[in-house]
């Protein structure tokens, strides 16, 4: 999505969060990786700029095409994770690094291995590329299978013959997919305890800062949860997945739950890592509906992530977050000091096999680890094009997935005792890019006599301020058109915002009729006339409750609309109500253009 496109959709957002601000004003232990949701890998919702964000049962929608396997090769051990360095990946197994050549996507072959003292039944591994080198954290998945944390380094200097650098013992436990900043690896870690090895008993999770500038001696400079409840296994809470926010800002997924219940909300912690050895948790976010969350993947100020409502299960041997449904959740990120919720969507799916997470095209986002009411492993995509109103689509998969990464058109996985192995992504579109426009003009077209109640309707004035400060002015231009039975041009196109904000704020409703086609067609003769920048994308936001009552017709506004689109003018709808309009629906240029704003 580009920066204007944004803009406009700020604008919707905006009057959500108005909408909803109105009405809110006045012994001994086993311990076990608890890994069981796929990381990509006020108090009920803290710092929420839309308070108003709704859940949604929307069921997916099923996939009518597998995801097509291209090649695949077998591994010595389990793969867990990998890199990629051109034609080569270097797939971290549970004993060895395999060095896969990936030249002929239909036919990998593993030219070569490497061994780490570490590496041994390691099925908690996570490696990547930082500095010429490969950087692998590396664990047992349970203390009973064996107690052997720690960082290894290859030098890459020979790419098909890593060489081990240093093999370097860490004192926690159970790690997530790494972040990288600079020499720094900030590790995810979370586990859970289990007494006499058959009664769950604890959750704990942390966020590490490693220091990498010498990877024969890694130092440890911090750890993101205080108090430590556990010196090696952290905080009290659970930890799931971290994902870099922001330069010195990391988002950690996980939930508020202690000891050995599922009595808490999955949640989203901010944490500021400006001085790694002093970590901040400077904010969290609460995601309604969930027991546990993961950190979420992010494509410019938007993020997506997955939880479930179900948390843990009390089992030593069960997948320990295989209860409940996957919930998924959009954020805005706009201000990612201060994430808020777009949207919540409960699905029918459960958490399944494995994980791995993924973006895998513009606003499209895969998760492994998710499986169907049948039990079926499946790829679940979630389009976020228009994030208040996610679209999601299943694929199902042959085998379950430990990690994935897409470049272009092509999807790399690890898949356990499968190997590795390279597929097709279905439904990515190869054509050319989205061009963005250079400016915006855009005309405000706004119901003054529509029936909004006047908290409201202060409340859709300050969202209106809003969004003109999110423009780039100039060359951005707005103006004003407002509307009963009439129409009134306000304010023409200008790069002046604070000329426009003044108008928008001396705005006062009056006497409920409307005539909507009224407005269009103000507007349109504005943005097709000599004030027009002829390079800009000409937008009007029409803002209304969709009582047509002054129309002189039933077909009157319908044809301002088609008009107005016809002149190549992009029509987005907002429409105050309880329920649906089809004459709001119709005049939006898209699906994707209305919206409904419950107050």
Same mark, same amino acid.
């Given at each position: 999505?580009?920066?204007?496109?944004?803009?406009?959709?700020?604008?919707?957002?905006?009057?959500?969060?108005?909408?909803?601000?109105?009405?809110?004003?006045?012994?001994?232990?086993?311990?076990?990786?608890?890994?069981?949701?796929?990381?990509?890998?006020?108090?009920?919702?803290?710092?929420?700029?839309?308070?108003?964000?709704?859940?949604?049962?929307?069921?997916?929608?099923?996939?009518?095409?597998?995801?097509?396997?291209?090649?695949?090769?077998?591994?010595?051990?389990?793969?867990?994770?990998?890199?990629?360095?051109?034609?080569?990946?270097?797939?971290?197994?549970?004993?060895?690094?395999?060095?896969?050549?990936?030249?002929?996507?239909?036919?990998?072959?593993?030219?070569?291995?490497?061994?780490?003292?570490?590496?041994?039944?390691?099925?908690?591994?996570?490696?990547?590329?930082?500095?010429?080198?490969?950087?692998?954290?590396?664990?047992?998945?349970?203390?009973?299978?064996?107690?052997?944390?720690?960082?290894?380094?290859?030098?890459?200097?020979?790419?098909?013959?890593?060489?081990?650098?240093?093999?370097?013992?860490?004192?926690?436990?159970?790690?997530?997919?790494?972040?990288?900043?600079?020499?720094?690896?900030?590790?995810?870690?979370?586990?859970?305890?289990?007494?006499?090895?058959?009664?769950?008993?604890?959750?704990? %999770?942390? &966020?590490?800062? =490693? +220091?990498? /500038? #010498?990877? @024969?001696?890694?130092?440890?400079? *911090?750890?993101?949860?205080? !108090?430590?409840?556990?010196?090696?296994?952290?905080?009290?809470?659970?930890?799931?997945?971290?994902?870099?926010?922001?330069?010195?800002?990391?988002?950690?997924?996980?939930?508020?739950?202690?000891?050995?219940?599922?009595?808490?909300? %999955?949640? &989203?912690?901010? =944490? +500021?890592? /400006? #001085?790694? @050895?002093?970590?901040?948790?400077? *904010?969290?976010?609460?995601? !309604?509906?969930?027991?546990?969350?993961?950190?979420?993947?992010?494509?410019?100020?938007?993020?997506?992530?997955?939880?479930?409502?179900?948390?843990?299960?009390?089992?030593?041997?069960?997948?320990?977050?295989?209860?409940?449904?996957?919930?998924?959740?959009?954020?805005?990120?706009?201000?990612?000091?201060?994430?808020?919720?777009?949207?919540?969507?409960?699905?029918?799916?459960?958490?399944?096999?494995?994980?791995?997470?993924?973006?895998?095209?513009?606003?499209?986002?895969?998760?492994?680890?998710?499986?169907?009411?049948?039990?079926?492993?499946?790829?679940?995509?979630?389009?976020?094009?228009?994030?208040?109103?996610?679209?999601?689509?299943?694929?199902?998969?042959?085998?379950?997935?430990?990690?994935?990464?897409?470049?272009?058109?092509?999807?790399?996985?690890?898949?356990?005792?499968?190997?590795?192995?390279?597929?097709?992504?279905?439904?990515?579109?190869?054509?050319?890019?989205?061009?963005?426009?250079?400016?915006?003009?855009?005309?405000?077209?706004?119901?003054?006599?529509?029936?909004?109640?006047?908290?409201?309707?202060?409340?859709?004035?300050?969202?209106?301020?809003?969004?003109?400060?999110?423009?780039?002015?100039?060359?951005?231009?707005?103006?004003?058109?407002?509307?009963?039975?009439?129409?009134?041009?306000?304010?023409?196109?200008?790069?002046?915002?604070?000329?426009?904000?003044?108008?928008?704020?001396?705005?006062?409703?009056?006497?409920?009729?409307?005539?909507?086609?009224?407005?269009?067609?103000?507007?349109?003769?504005?943005?097709?006339?000599?004030?027009?920048?002829?390079?800009?994308?000409?937008?009007?936001?029409?803002?209304?409750?969709?009582?047509?009552?002054?129309?002189?017709?039933?077909?009157?506004?319908?044809?301002?609309?088609?008009?107005?689109?016809?002149?190549?003018?992009?029509?987005?709808?907002?429409?105050?109500?309880?329920?649906?309009?089809?004459?709001?629906?119709?005049?939006?240029?898209?699906?994707?253009?209305?919206?409904?704003?419950?107050?």
């Amino acid at each position: 999505m580009t920066s204007h496109r944004r803009a406009v959709l700020a604008a919707i957002l905006w009057f959500q969060a108005s909408i909803a601000i109105a009405q809110t004003a006045p012994g001994k232990h086993a311990a076990v990786s608890g890994y069981g949701v796929p990381p990509p890998r006020s108090s009920a919702v803290a710092n929420s700029k839309h308070p108003g964000a709704r859940a949604t049962g929307l069921r997916p929608r099923g996939g009518g095409s597998s995801v097509t396997l291209l090649g695949s090769v077998a591994t010595a051990s389990p793969a867990e994770s990998f890199a990629l360095n051109g034609n080569l990946a270097y797939v971290c197994d549970d004993n060895e690094v395999s060095v896969v050549d990936t030249t002929n996507p239909q036919s990998p072959q593993v030219v070569a291995t490497a061994l780490s003292g570490l590496f041994q039944q390691a099925s908690d591994t996570h490696c990547a590329l930082l500095r010429g080198a490969l950087s692998v954290f590396s664990d047992q998945g349970s203390t009973l299978v064996g107690n052997t944390p720690g960082y290894s380094a290859f030098d890459l200097t020979n790419p098909l013959q890593p060489q081990l650098i240093a093999a370097t013992p860490l004192d926690k436990r159970f790690f997530g997919p790494p972040v990288y900043i600079g020499n720094i690896a900030y590790v995810p870690t979370e586990s859970n305890t289990f007494f006499l090895g058959f009664q769950w008993d604890g959750e704990f %999770g942390d &966020l590490l800062a =490693v +220091d990498l /500038t #010498n990877f @024969a001696n890694p130092v440890l400079d *911090g750890t993101a949860e205080q !108090p430590q409840a556990d010196p090696v296994y952290g905080g009290a809470t659970p930890v799931i997945g971290a994902t870099q926010a922001a330069t010195s800002l990391i988002y950690l997924g996980g939930g508020t739950a202690t000891g050995g219940g599922n009595d808490g909300l %999955g949640r &989203l912690q901010v =944490v +500021d890592v /400006t #001085n790694p @050895a002093a970590m901040q948790i400077a *904010g969290q976010l609460l995601i !309604p509906g969930t027991v546990l969350f993961n950190a979420p993947l992010i494509q410019g100020t938007v993020g997506v992530g997955i939880g479930n409502t179900g948390g843990y299960v009390g089992s030593l041997t069960a997948n320990p977050a295989t209860q409940g449904n996957i919930v998924v959740t959009t954020f805005d990120l706009t201000d990612p000091r201060s994430p808020a919720i777009f949207s919540i969507t409960l699905t029918n799916y459960s958490v399944g096999l494995g994980g791995g997470a993924s973006q895998i095209g513009p606003a499209l986002f895969g998760f492994a680890g998710v499986q169907d009411s049948g039990g079926n492993q499946v790829l679940l995509v979630v389009d976020a094009t228009n994030p208040i109103t996610p679209v999601l689509t299943t694929y199902p998969l042959t085998q379950p997935f430990t990690s994935m990464q897409a470049v272009g058109t092509t999807l790399y996985a690890t898949l356990g005792s499968g190997g590795f192995g390279i597929y097709s992504i279905p439904g990515i579109s190869t054509g050319p890019p989205y061009v963005c426009p250079v400016s915006i003009d855009t005309v405000l077209v706004i119901d003054r006599g529509a029936n909004i109640q006047s908290q409201a309707f202060v409340g859709t004035q300050t969202a209106l301020v809003s969004f003109l400060g999110s423009l780039r002015s100039p060359p951005d231009q707005a103006g004003v058109v407002t509307f009963t039975n009439t129409a009134v041009l306000d304010q023409t196109l200008t790069t002046n915002e604070s000329q426009v904000t003044t108008v928008v704020q001396g705005i006062l409703p009056a006497a409920p009729s409307s005539y909507i086609g009224s407005g269009i067609a103000t507007a349109q003769r504005e943005l097709a006339g000599p004030r027009h920048n002829p390079s800009a994308t000409p937008v009007m936001i029409v803002i209304s409750d969709g009582a047509d009552l002054g129309a002189p017709n039933s077909g009157a506004t319908l044809a301002a609309a088609a008009a107005a689109k016809a002149a190549g003018i992009e029509i987005i709808s907002v429409q105050y109500g309880t329920a649906p309009g089809t004459l709001m629906q119709s005049i939006a240029s898209s699906n994707t253009n209305y919206y409904l704003v419950s107050p």
